[in-house]
């Protein structure tokens, strides 16, 4: 494919571009690739000022640059063709799209998958070996569920929504349109719900719904539980990464980013954008505004408010953690001048 064709489909998010030193020759872009593992044919993107200094070594034929003089110098010198743009990653995204696309198989009904015959199947879909289908299940057009997800009874899925390998989706889960489930992942089992007696525990049943609306994409070996009662929600275009855990009658608002290895207890309720960072871990009932966002490693207990920054176990405004952090490394000093101090005053 030709550099400029490449221009002409996403010119839309560019700003400026040149060929090569030469305006009349056009580059063949054959791939992709990372900057700094790019070969010749291959086109790779520059996000910020922290790569820069890989422009004079890449051996990529063309590069997504930021809207900068100084990037768009460096790859002229080198004879290297560039398109500039406000946004460089997603630029490069949108072309690693024209080079790669996720398999999707041909449409079929594999003879080894076990469908009930009250299950409803749309149009267009694919149900891979060894899949299981129970009583009730709805399956919307153009669903691709790969080989061993096993579907319980009354679970709706929505139109395109892929099920990958090894999936499991429990009783009476609504999946919405154009979702993604990775391989591992369990949908809408029981939650963790015991009472403590004399004599033991208690089992509650979890006799609530788990709800995914419309584009939400889960990870591999990640769980979503059902309540006792209600529903655990997770709203529409939220990502959730490998190994997390979101537990029953947890509501999970629309577009957040939710990290590997975060977790939540229940009845967690999580604003709109917000983002989790890696390990992050949630207590029980907590309440996290809209746009918040928690570095890795935080141990929430209380409330975060819309728009606020927390780090830290127990976690604390990112500021504040910055300060403490910094006095962190001193500690073993300072406490040696508090122990100078003591004996000056006489004290033990």
């Known amino acids: 494919m030709k550099f400029s064709e490449i221009i002409r489909q996403f010119g839309d ?3 400026n571009h040149s060929l090569t030193s030469n305006p009349d020759q056009d580059v063949e872009i054959t791939g992709v690739a990372a900057v700094d593992e790019a070969t010749t044919g291959t086109i790779s993107y520059i996000e910020t ?3 820069a200094s890989l422009i ?3 051996a990529a034929s063309a590069l997504i640059l930021p809207d900068e003089a100084k990037f768009k110098s460096q790859a002229e010198a080198r004879g290297i063709a560039w398109v500039s743009t406000r946004e460089p990653k997603l630029l490069f995204a949108k072309v690693l799209t024209l080079f790669y696309q996720p398999y999707r198989p041909n449409p079929e009904i594999h003879p080894t998958a076990v469908i009930h015959p009250t299950a409803t199947i749309g149009s267009d879909v694919y149900i891979g070996p060894h ?3 129970q009583e009730r299940v709805e399956i919307g057009n153009d669903a691709v569920i790969h080989p061993n997800v096993v579907i319980y009874p009354d679970v709706k899925i929505g139109d395109r929504t892929t099920l990958h390998a090894n999936c499991t989706i429990h009783e009476r889960s609504q999946i919405g349109a154009n979702c993604v489930i990775h391989s591992g992942t369990v949908i809408g089992a029981e939650g963790f719900g015991f009472v403590p007696t004399r004599t033991g525990w208690f ?3 979890q006799s609530g719904y788990t709800v995914l609306e419309d584009g939400v994409e889960i990870g591999c070996n990640s769980a979503v539980d059902r309540p006792a009662v209600g529903e ?5 275009n939220t990502i959730i990464d490998n190994l997390v ?5 947890c509501q999970i608002g629309a577009g957040c980013a939710i990290a590997g290895q975060a977790g939540m207890a229940g009845g967690v309720k999580v604003g709109n954008r917000v983002i989790l960072a890696g390990q992050t871990g949630i207590a029980n009932q907590v309440k996290i505004g809209d746009g918040a966002i928690a570095s890795a490693q935080s141990g929430i207990h209380n409330d975060v408010a819309p728009g606020e920054i927390v780090s830290g176990t127990p976690a604390v ?3 504040l953690y910055l300060k403490v952090s910094a006095i962190y490394s001193r500690l073993p000093d300072m406490y040696q001048s508090f122990k100078q101090l003591q004996r000056h005053l006489g004290q033990k």
């Open 245 to 249: 855990q979101i537990a029953h009658g």
């Open 317 to 319: 405004s990112h500021k």
């Open 232 to 236: 655990t929600r997770i709203g529409r």
């Open 203 to 205: 089992k509650m049943e």
């Open 13 to 15: 998010i560019t700003t």
């Open 131 to 133: 899949v299981v289908v």
């Open 49 to 51: 000022s922290k790569f």
């Open 56 to 58: 004079a070594s890449t």
